[in-house]
């Protein structure tokens, strides 16, 4: 049944958010005993982000986190999904915690809570602390055990408050772009390192999950999956063997191991080495709702000199496009609703969607992104009609509140509702923001 688009209503418990991650934000890098992380180091070398720019200052939410939720306030969002920093809470990642970084994200769960504002917690968006990567990062299996404790130190401070858990962001995109294609830290491009990366990652979801569950009563637990169709560039069969690959390793392989206790071909046959008896149980766990990160479809081509015979393509020309060039295509979006809700039998929560640009300010100050305000009323228009068709969603959360440290792009690809300049760290409201509050204001009417 298409959804009425002119007023659309949405279930009464449906739940508005906006997401965020530590490194993309917080900035302090060396403030109050925070160690270094695997992206501190990257962003030290010659090359590997736009214009130089690091997370060294970023939004300066570390010492703005106050001003942060007064904007969320004024959305009227019912929750706010940020990301704890390893490195802050235990510079080394194992061992001595830092009392000074726990308390700063006591002080930021008590004033989202006493805002009326749901804390979501994700453990890990990227920010390995180096200390652990010096001892061979994710792929130790050591990792797993490191993972686990810095869960349990989480668990123990902040699980009176906190009832919404997220092991990792993006499973497929961090082990894929860091141990494949140096695109994003620790810069490895090796098979077996990718491998190995990709089997810890999942072990250590597994071993947290359990973490969690046992101490944190009543836990609400997801893990955020990437997935978004893969089409082939070209019209041949090499293409589409890339994208059958690419598929693999961006939309299976995490849930799949998670959810159903095996892995795809062809990761299954060339991870094997790695998988001992007993670990496809430790890593599929129950877990209590699926966590979606979605864009628009990517596409792929045959490259046989790439690690897996893969390369990242553009869009084809007459495609729709983001400002930044990803595809729109809220049909798809609508579809992945409706298709991972059959498929894995568990709520769905919309843990990030977005659009990038410039978003450069007229001269009296404003920022009127209409083009971010069309790709956010098309896909809340698909996700309404994938809810209408039977999709169980259960909240969509805006990529991004703010802009920020977009990895490798630097702060030059912007997505947040809320515009910043990065010289004096002003935020502004653009038009998405006033688009958003409208939204969740008429959705609760
Ligand atoms: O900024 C990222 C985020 O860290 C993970 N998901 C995609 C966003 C936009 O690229």
Redesign the pocket.
């Known amino acids: 049944m298409p959804a009425d688009r002119s007023a659309p209503t949405w279930p009464r418990e449906f739940i508005w958010g906006v997401s965020t991650?530590s490194y993309?934000i917080e900035g302090g890098a060396t403030d109050d005993g925070r160690g270094p992380s695997i992206w501190d180091v990257r962003c030290r070398l010659p090359g590997k982000v736009a214009n130089g720019d690091t997370g060294a200052v970023a939004c300066d939410h570390y010492h703005r986190h106050r001003e942060d939720i007064e904007l969320m306030r004024s959305l009227g969002v019912d929750a706010y999904r940020f990301s704890v920093a390893w490195p802050r809470v235990l510079p080394r990642g194992i061992g001595a915690p830092n009392p000074a970084g726990l308390a700063f994200y006591d002080r930021l769960i008590d004033d989202l809570l006493a805002a009326g504002i749901e804390p979501w917690l994700c453990l890990y968006?990227w920010d390995l602390p180096q200390a652990l990567q010096d001892q061979g990062g994710w792929t130790s299996r050591d990792s797993a055990g490191w993972f686990a404790d810095y869960a349990a130190l989480a668990c123990r401070r902040y699980g009176d408050r906190v009832r919404r858990w997220i092991t990792f962001?993006?499973f497929s995109?961090f082990t894929l772009f860091g141990y494949a294609m140096d695109w994003q830290a620790p810069g490895q491009v090796d098979r077996r390192a990718h491998l190995q990366a990709i089997h810890h990652v999942n072990l250590a979801h597994g071993a947290a999950v359990d973490v969690i569950r046992s101490l944190v009563p009543g836990a609400s637990i997801g893990a955020i999956h990437?997935r978004q169709r893969v089409l082939p560039r070209g019209d041949d069969d090499a293409d589409r063997v890339a994208a059958t690959t690419l598929d693999a390793f961006w939309n299976r392989t995490f849930p799949e191991a998670q959810l159903e206790a095996a892995y795809p071909s062809p990761v299954a046959e060339a991870i094997e080495p790695f998988v001992r008896a007993g670990d496809m149980a430790r890593i599929c766990r129950p877990i209590d709702w699926f966590g979606l990160?979605h864009?628009g479809p990517i596409f792929a081509r045959a490259e046989p000199s790439a690690l897996w015979g893969f390369a990242w393509a553009d869009p084809p020309e007459a495609t729709e496009r983001t400002p930044i060039g990803w595809a729109i295509h809220p049909e798809m979006f609508r579809d992945e609703l409706v298709e991972l809700s059959r498929r894995f039998r568990l709520p769905v929560v919309v843990t990030?969607n977005g659009s990038?640009g410039a978003d450069i300010p007229a001269a009296d100050g404003r920022v009127d992104d209409a083009r971010r305000v069309d790709y956010l009323q098309a896909y809340t228009a698909a996700m309404h009609e994938a809810i209408a068709a039977g999709a169980d969603v259960r909240g969509y959360f805006i990529?991004?509140l703010l802009d920020n440290f977009?990895?490798g792009a630097g702060y030059a690809n912007r997505?947040g509702l809320f515009h910043v300049d990065f010289a004096t760290l002003r935020r502004t409201p653009k038009s998405s923001a006033r688009w958003y509050r409208e939204l969740i204001a008429a959705a609760r009417a």
């Open positions: 991650s993309q968006h962001n993006e995109v990437n990160n864009y990030e990038g990529w991004s977009e990895w997505f």
